[in-house]
């Protein structure tokens, strides 16, 4: 059985957004994308932050928003939507549906607990994106969020080398999920190139 000329539609549009995102400058990093270094210096322990530019991390942003947010046919919650094509493969299926679940079990764990409370990583991604970088909304939960946790440059150290590791987390899903619908595409006799 045939996939349905919109699931192919989709599922092109997610190989080829992804495979631009790969093309990007972020990824230049190699496997050493984002962390930290402690160092002594002194008598006195010091961390040494490192991620891509700010640069590197607004075009990244730009794209990969549309695999997390819902208006977008591509995001990855609404790729469930394919589910109902009898045409696509139960190993697709399953393996969106895999590591979907494993993105989003990262996300719920808990980034940072103190005085101020408990956050997740998907509390760390909203409050970056939707609190800091992506609009500026002062009745938005994200925005307080961030007001909140981040006061100070360590602070915002800290949480924005999480936030780096989000984002490598996302990418490592959506790219997963690239090759298993690439794979999906050529069951179907549909080739995409890789770029």
Do not use: C
Request: hydrophobic letters at 35%; charged letters at 35%.
């Amino acid at each position: 059985m045939t996939i349905k000329p919109e699931t192919q539609k989709r599922l092109e549009d997610f190989v080829k957004r992804v495979d631009y995102v790969r093309s990007l400058s972020y990824f230049e990093g190699g496997e050493e994308i984002v962390g930290f270094e402690l160092k002594k210096v002194g008598d006195k322990w010091q961390a040494d932050f490192y991620q891509p530019s700010d640069e590197k991390r607004d075009a990244l942003l730009f794209n990969i928003r549309l695999f997390i947010q819902d208006k977008d046919d591509i995001s990855l919650r609404r790729l469930v939507e394919l589910y109902d094509d009898p045409g696509i493969s139960s190993v697709w299926k399953e393996e969106h549906e895999h590591y979907r679940k494993e993105l989003n079990k990262r996300l719920d764990r808990i980034a940072a607990e103190g005085k101020k409370g408990k956050i997740t990583h998907r509390d760390v991604l909203d409050m970056f994106l939707y609190g800091k970088f992506g609009h500026r909304d002062e009745d938005d939960k994200s925005y307080k969020l961030y007001q909140e946790w981040i006061t100070d440059k360590n602070e915002f150290e800290i949480m924005h080398n999480t936030f780096h590791t989000v984002l490598v987390w996302i990418l490592a899903v959506v790219i997963n999920i690239s090759v298993a619908s690439r794979e999906e595409l050529q069951r179907h006799g549909i080739l995409i190139s890789a770029s």
